[in-house]
Structure formats: C-alpha cells, structure tokens
Nanobody, 124 residues
Framework: QVQLAESGGGLVQAGGSLRLSCATS????????MGWFRQAPGKEREFVAA????????TYGDSVTGRFTISRDNAKKTVYLQMNSLKPEDTAVYYC?????????????????WGQGTQVTVSS
C-alpha cells in the first residue's frame, strides 16, 4: 500500500509559478512510476505529466509542455510538479498518482494509488 499527499496548491496570478509536491509513504518509492493529473470543474480528469522510476525520463500533456516540469527525489519519496507561466485554464484540482511499474504511464486507468488532490487557481 502507498499513501500519497499533495501540497503546494493555491491562488496565483496568470504568468506566475507554483510548485506542487506529492509526498509518499509505504512501499519503496523508487519502485513506482509517478504521474500528475488534473481535473477542472465540469471536465474529465486530464493527464499532466509522468516520470519513470529508473532513469527519470518524463512526458507531458500537450497543454503543459514547455511550462511544467515533473521531477522526483527518491531519497525524500517525493514527486514534484514545477508549474511556470500559469494560465487561467490551468485552474483545477491536481492529483498525483503512483503505480508499481517500470514505464512511463499516461493513462489514468493504469494507476493504482491516488492522492486527495490540491487546488490550483490561476486568476487573470
């Protein structure tokens, strides 16, 4: 079992930055592929970013490529999402997810563990 806890959300003006953290507990963090998703009001959950457990390879959703960066610190059992050049359309609840897997996972349905989410609001 893995527990995930997101933090770092808040209210920011357009063009600003935030860094989200997802602290984990339980099994060996380095065994897990990690991802970030988001869900805006009235919309389906959307893939944001993923990071591989072995070499730290990353992939991003089209809407955040070039602005967001996912990273992980295996010693701290934490995954981060650095969000720059934020836009009002980035407003959503952001979730981190984990799966014991070697790959890069972009599909929501493949993740086994989820955090409770953290709200990010970007004002125009």
């Amino acid at each position: 079992q893995v527990q995930l806890a997101e933090s770092g959300g808040g209210l920011v003006q357009a063009g600003g930055s935030l860094r989200l953290s997802c602290a984990t507990s339980g099994r060996t963090f380095s065994d897990f592929a990690m991802g970030w998703f988001r869900q805006a009001p009235g919309k389906e959950r959307e893939f944001v970013a993923a990071i591989r457990r072995s070499d730290g390879a990353t992939t991003y959703g089209d809407s955040v490529t070039g602005r967001f960066t996912i990273s992980r610190d295996n010693a701290k059992k934490t995954v981060y999402l650095q969000m720059n050049s934020l836009k009002p359309e980035d407003t959503a609840v952001y979730y981190c997810a984990a799966k014991r897997n070697v790959g890069l996972i972009t599909s929501e349905s493949r993740y086994d563990y989820w955090g409770q989410g953290t709200q990010v609001t970007v004002s125009s």
